[in-house]
Nanobody, 122 residues
């Protein structure tokens, strides 16, 4: 089994930055090679939206248009950790950021983290 644990969420002013972390752990005998990692964002009463993805080797990244130029996804294989640097945060209240792992495509997420909350104040 895969376990994902996010951290780094906080209260921040509009225009500010945070670095979110997702620490991944695996049961014995499993590898991350077949997974792509991603970050979803969920606003209150809205669906989760995929905002950034990265291949496990870190060679391929994708971003949704609304975060391009402001968010950066990266990984540290030695630490089994994926990061999301979020800059120029916009003031629209509280979002929860979820880390996820998918082996096929993002409509079939295999594993979710518990989420980390980011509140942006004006």
């Amino acid at each position: 089994q895969v376990q994902l644990v996010e951290s780094g969420g906080s209260l921040v002013q509009a225009g500010g930055s945070l670095r979110l972390s997702c620490a991944a752990s695996l049961a014995s005998g499993h590898t991350f090679n077949s997974y792509r990692m991603g970050w979803f964002r969920q606003a209150p009463e809205k669906e989760r939206v995929l905002v950034a993805t990265i291949s496990w080797r870190g060679t391929i990244t994708h971003y949704t248009d609304s975060v391009k130029g402001r968010f950066t996804v990266s990984g540290d294989n030695a630490k089994n950790t994926v990061y999301l640097q979020v800059n120029s945060l916009k003031s629209h209240g509280t979002d929860v950021y979820y880390c996820a792992a998918a082996s096929i495509d993002w409509s079939l997420v295999d594993h979710w983290g518990q989420g980390t909350q980011v509140t942006v104040s004006s």
